[in-house]
């Protein structure tokens, strides 16, 4: 029977092994959709948008094959009832449309009704969800048009996809809407940022975010190895200087890098802000070698290990605030969406690459 049951608003009550647990901590959720809690909203999916360090790491272990990366994330969710990479421990988010809304979740989206079309602004890793079928895996954007259901929690958070941008553009930025918003709120007028992975998706949205914040009087550098990547970003003159490097290889991108810094940098031994976007492991050092004593690191990638970057900090005596980057901040889906509409040409570029 529909709604005959509560359920928790953070949805602990889809846990299955261990019980009793956050959906993002447990090892398998019950993606059974046949149960209806008053504190869900059910999803039709129609695309996932899959974490750019967990497709990473598939393409990694399998190959750059769609049909074997498909097989991956069928296996992983049949496996778990949610998209959450073992060994990234990341997921992504979706899109899809609203099925069914409980009276509790109806409280929390207010707005909300069925058939809405909606994107996930939560990550796949505390999402159920059930896939019938793979049917087209895009390798180069990270998404995924598939078949099946998911369940969004009271607590959680949906966005409905704008009618100004088409939808694998808002998707795509929905995926990384922590980002730019948070360095408009870390980099101060006049200061030094450097962005790693800079001509990745979130690169791109943080060096148009760093460069807003810092106004004329600072200055934004970025760090890309892929060519192409790297001549987009500097196509969009947000940067100072794209400098090709290997974010993974500290001395060497300390170099290159502080060889076309401003000397006011070089003076200050840094950065006032270094921020993580690369989507492979091993990138901690570089950012805390570049970043000025107090000044501060930015880890959005989720390819950062806690551990890495607190010991290399700790050994070469660098006094740095290191921030997680949380996915979340308020308004993030809208202000990511404001700096997409205010900047025509990474508008272009993101449509030419996701679209
Ligand atoms: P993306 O579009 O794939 O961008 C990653 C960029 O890093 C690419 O331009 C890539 O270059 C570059 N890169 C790879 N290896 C590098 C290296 N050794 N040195 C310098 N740059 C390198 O990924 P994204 O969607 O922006 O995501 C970036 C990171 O944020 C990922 O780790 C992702 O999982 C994470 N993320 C975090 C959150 C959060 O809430 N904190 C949310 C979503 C995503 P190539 O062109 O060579 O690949």
Redesign the pocket.
């Known amino acids: 029977m529909l709604g005959d049951r509560l359920g928790n608003r953070f949805g602990i009550h889809r846990a299955l092994v261990p019980q009793n647990t956050l959906p993002q901590i447990a090892e398998k959720l019950d993606a059974d959709l046949a149960k209806h809690y008053e504190h869900e909203v059910h999803l039709v999916v129609e695309t996932l948008n899959v ?3 967990s497709m990473h790491q598939m393409t990694t272990e399998v190959g750059e094959d769609s049909a074997g990366v498909g097989a991956r994330i069928a296996h992983i969710v049949a496996d778990r009832g949610k998209l959450h990479n073992p060994v990234t421990g ?1 997921g992504g988010m979706l899109l899809g449309r609203v099925d069914w809304i409980g009276d509790e979740a109806q409280k929390s989206f207010p707005k909300l009704a069925t058939g809405d079309r909606v994107a996930t602004l939560v990550s796949l890793t505390l999402t159920p969800l059930s896939l019938s079928r793979v049917a087209e895996v895009r390798l180069a954007t990270h998404q995924v048009d598939v078949e099946g259901s998911a369940v969004v929690f009271s607590s959680g958070m949906l966005a409905p996809l704008p009618d100004d941008m088409p939808e694998s553009l808002s998707l795509a930025a929905f ?2 809407a ?1 980002a730019g918003p948070q360095v408009l709120r870390l980099a101060r007028p006049g200061q030094s940022v450097l962005i ?2 800079v ?5 791109l949205l943080c060096a148009l975010a760093a460069r807003w914040a810092v106004g004329a009087g600072g200055t934004v550098i970025g ?4 060519p192409d ?1 790297a001549a987009a970003a500097e196509s969009l003159g947000l940067c100072a200087s794209v400098v090709r490097a ?3 290889d500290a001395i060497a991108t300390r170099e290159a890098v502080l060889a076309c810094a401003r000397q006011s940098v070089v003076d200050a031994d840094g950065f006032d802000l270094v921020v993580s ?4 492991a091993g ?1 901690e050092p570089t950012a805390i070698l570049l970043c000025r004593p107090r000044g501060k690191v930015y880890f ?4 950062t290990s806690f551990a890495r970057a607190a010991l290399v900090a700790e050994g070469i005596s660098r006094d740095v605030d290191m921030v997680i ?3 979340y901040c308020a308004d993030h889906a809208q202000t990511t969406l404001e700096l997409i509409r205010h900047a025509p040409d990474l508008r272009k570029l993101f449509e030419a690459r996701f679209c």
Do not use: H, I, R, Y
């Open positions: 974490d750019s360090a990341s995926d990384v922590g790693l992975g001509g990745g998706k979130s690169g760090v890309e190895p892929q990547a290997d974010a993974t976007c690369v989507n492979v990138a959005f990638s989720m390819a980057g949380n996915g």
